[in-house]
């Protein structure tokens, strides 16, 4: 499974090429030539793009690769300057009337250029048919039909196919939210206007202050304040009682009722972070480890949970939301809030895992959410889904205005502060996970996916922990600084040896002079 983000920076690039094969959203490309108007390779690129862009989420044509994502030097050169992000939208435009996003990127890979291409969905959510016919001019001098007017292109699988009965519920489910959207927004300015007049104090009673599961996450954010103004948080905690009901409940094929709840939980858990609620905070981590316990594989279990794709979707669901809410708490520097969303144990199957975390991305990786054709775990795609999500719900990163313009996803920048914040707390969780219990097998223990991405993302939980004795103090507690600079140590070699599954972008200690006379000072015979 990969992440359609929207991203085309190395990184991405690294992480799209371990999936090591195709899928639906996800297309390799030996070479391309797209320097003719009406070839072969021209039309045969605006098929793809025009399916690409029918999906859900849009998708990723990545050109310059075989069919298991290596490079393929046996196939001519890609010029890098045919694949111009404006020049591919007008290789497209040409046959749609509907607006067409396209991103694109060169990078060097072993001394060969790849291109990663993203195709967006149709902003409008509707289907996007053909508006001409897409044909080239075969050798014999006769015409080659790639598409006609009026189709509906779409992927299937790894192939794109034509608009069949079977495919229109999916393909317009993207529409049918947009319209539930509509017609809930007056209830929620409603809402809005009643939370509105208990803040400015026309009413006497804000403990009464409404909160609705199909409240918008603007309505929920503002009934959520007005309750913590007033003083009153039963009605907090009542709501994320029964999230975390609902975010456990049900068959597997309705998974969207369950993420509804697991988003609400993580909504009231990142609010309570920026308000510095704490009891909220705790009782919404705990409605989401009552969710994530629902579905573990025990002697009571409900029968559909030996389905191990849909519990390993479900532990991945709540881990995502866990990186989220953690991302928040490094970038409000809340160090003593960490601990709870590292050291939750999980018993299943006989076995004690020291940290939901551990286990979620373990049993993500088995069920080939977060692997590749080689069976390795590929968990820097957690920390891709968490990106996505923050960035598309704003209630997920409340220290930022709604309105604040996020980093661009297709050329990530070195401080890209949602990023890193997530790369920075996938260390935290890892070194304390370790740290809370260091008798317990190292890779039971922990798994550093931030591995995936550059070691300065992370960096900075390094030089905290190094540097700050109060922020060691905050997050660790009593451990002492031989437990931590140890987990340290086997945090940090085990992500440079993890990173060689990518881009080799860690180097461990030597580029931080603080952080390594830390681990001379404290570390057990690591460090001379």
Not at 94 to 119: F, K, L, M, N, W
Request: aromatic share 8%.
């Amino acid at each position: 499974m990969i992440v359609v983000d929207g991203r085309t920076d190395e990184e991405k690039l690294f992480e799209l090429l371990a999936s090591g094969a195709e899928e639906t959203a996800l297309d390799f490309k030996a070479t391309l030539d797209l320097s003719g108007r009406a070839t072969k390779d021209s039309v045969e690129f605006a098929k793809d793009a025009i399916s690409m862009g029918n999906l859900p989420g849009g998708g990723y044509i990545v050109v310059g690769v075989d069919d298991q994502g290596a490079p393929s030097h046996d196939q001519p050169s890609i010029g890098a300057e045919q694949f111009d992000s404006a020049t591919l939208r007008a290789k497209v435009t040409r046959y749609v009337e509907a607006p067409v996003q396209i991103v694109s990127q060169p990078h060097e890979v072993d001394g060969r250029t790849v291109v990663v291409i993203y195709v967006a969905p149709n902003p409008d959510r509707l289907p996007v048919p053909t508006s001409s016919i897409g044909q080239y001019a075969k050798g014999n001098g006769k015409m080659e039909t790639v598409f006609s007017e009026g189709e509906v292109l779409i992927r299937e699988g790894t192939s794109n196919v034509r608009l069949r009965y079977a495919h229109w519920h999916g393909l317009l489910e993207r529409f049918r939210e947009s319209i539930k959207a509509e017609a809930r927004s007056d209830a929620d300015e409603l809402i809005r206007r009643v939370v509105e007049g208990f803040r400015a104090g026309r009413t006497a009673y804000s403990p009464s202050v409404p909160l609705d599961p199909g409240m918008d996450d603007e309505t929920l954010v503002e009934a959520l304040i007005a309750l913590f103004e007033s003083g009153s948080t039963v009605r907090v905690q009542r709501f994320l009682n029964d999230a975390g009901l609902r975010a456990g409940a049900g068959e597997p094929e309705v998974r969207d009722e369950r993420l509804r709840a697991l988003n609400r939980i993580a909504l009231i858990a990142c609010q309570a972070v920026l308000y510095r609620k704490d009891d909220v905070y705790r009782l919404a981590i705990a409605a989401l480890e009552r969710a994530y316990n629902a579905r573990l594989l025990t002697a009571n279990s409900v029968p559909w949970v030996g389905n191990d794709a849909a519990r390993a979707q479900h532990y991945l669901d709540v881990l995502v939301r866990v990186l989220a809410i953690g991302g928040l708490a490094v970038r409000r520097e809340a160090w003593e809030l960490l601990p709870d969303l590292s050291n939750r144990a999980v018993k299943e199957g006989g076995y004690e895992w020291p940290s939901w975390l551990r286990h979620a991305v373990t049993m993500a990786s088995r069920a080939n959410l977060l692997q590749d054709t080689d069976g390795r775990s590929r968990g820097g795609q957690a920390l891709s889904l968490a990106r996505a999500l923050v960035a598309e719900s704003p209630a997920l990163r409340p220290d930022y205005g709604p309105d604040t313009i996020l980093p661009r996803a297709d050329a990530l920048a070195h401080d890209d502060w949602l990023l890193n914040s997530l790369c920075e707390f996938d260390l935290w969780w890892c070194i304390l996970a370790l740290a809370s219990r260091p008798e317990s097998r190292e890779a039971a223990a922990y798994y550093p996916s931030c591995a995936a991405f550059h070691q300065w993302r992370s960096q900075p939980t390094l030089t905290y922990i190094a540097t700050e004795p109060d922020v060691r103090r905050a997050a660790f507690g009593s451990t002492t600084d031989q437990v931590i600079a140890d987990a340290m140590f086997a945090v940090v070699m085990t992500a440079v040896g993890q990173s060689h599954q990518y881009g080799g972008w860690w180097e461990g200690f030597a580029n931080d002079p603080q952080v390594a006379e830390y681990l001379k000072a404290h570390a057990t015979g690591h460090i001379s």
